[in-house]
T-cell receptor, first 114, second 114 residues
Framework: DQQVKQNSPSLSVQEGRISILNCDYTNSMFDYFLWYKKYPAEGPTFLIS?????DKNEDGRFTVFLNKSAKHLSLHIVPSQPGDSAVYFC???FGSGNTGKLIFGQGTTLQVKP | NAGVTQTPKFRVLKTGQSMTLLCAQDMNHEYMYWYRQDPGMGLRLIHYSVGEGTTAKGEVPDGYNVSRLKKQNFLLGLESAAPSQTSVYFCASSQLAGRYNEQFFGPGTRLTVL
């Protein structure tokens, strides 16, 4: 039972264009959503987050959009740069229990071509 | 400030052997987590701890044990390794009940069980 799904295993875009990574979830009890970025042979690093009470959060070139009715979120990277090439994980946090547990999606490998 | 460190970085075991993976964090975080990453599966939570002396099961706890004797250390043990435990293992830590519990990850341990 995959509660957080990233249905696109990979995405390739040209440098300077927009990259859009998608994530779907099933559990309406999630209260925060996070995006992590992972380079080969390194641990994931936090990129950006959004509260379930918001519909948009922006940080420089990165913007996350949340559509609660569709249980869908997306990460937009504009403009894309070759250094953005990495695996991107979507994660969701349960609102109750105060354990800080995150449920991760399968990841999407982004390739930005020069 | 090293953040989250993991020992060892690589290990090859034979079926039935045991080993312990060590995670250490110097950020005084209360929460610590162990994940495994497998192709197409994302990051799956094995066990976690919400404070010194506490541990709890995650999504995939079978075949693993953990201990949190000191706040800064979280140990993951495999008592009798199986080929299905071949994976990359990540440790993470986070602050107590932060705004969105951003988790900080270590660099990972690549384990192969023959």
């Amino acid at each position: 039972d995959q509660q957080v799904k990233q249905n696109s295993p990979s995405l390739s875009v040209q440098e300077g264009r927009i990259s859009i990574l998608n994530c779907d979830y099933t559990n309406s009890m999630f209260d925060y959503f996070l995006w992590y970025k992972k380079y080969p042979a390194e641990g994931p690093t936090f990129l950006i987050s959004i509260s379930s009470i918001k519909d948009k959060n922006e940080d420089g070139r990165f913007t996350v959009f949340l559509n609660k009715s569709a249980k869908h979120l997306s990460l937009h990277i504009v403009p894309s740069q070759p250094g953005d090439s990495a695996v991107y994980f979507c994660a969701a946090r349960f609102g109750s229990g105060n354990t800080g547990k995150l449920i991760f999606g399968q990841g999407t490998t982004l390739q930005v071509k020069p | 400030n090293a953040g989250v460190t993991q020992t060892p970085k690589f290990r090859v075991l034979k079926t039935g052997q045991s080993m312990t993976l060590l995670c250490a964090q110097d950020m005084n975080h209360e929460y610590m987590y162990w994940y495994r990453q497998d192709p197409g599966m994302g990051l799956r939570l094995i066990h976690y701890s919400v404070g010194e002396g506490t541990t709890a099961k995650g999504e995939v706890p079978d075949g693993y044990n953990v201990s949190r004797l000191k706040k800064q250390n979280f140990l993951l043990g495999l008592e009798s390794a199986a080929p299905s435990q071949t994976s990359v293992y990540f440790c993470a830590s986070s602050q107590l009940a932060g705004r969105y519990n951003e988790q900080f990850f270590g660099p990972g341990t690549r384990l192969t069980v023959l």
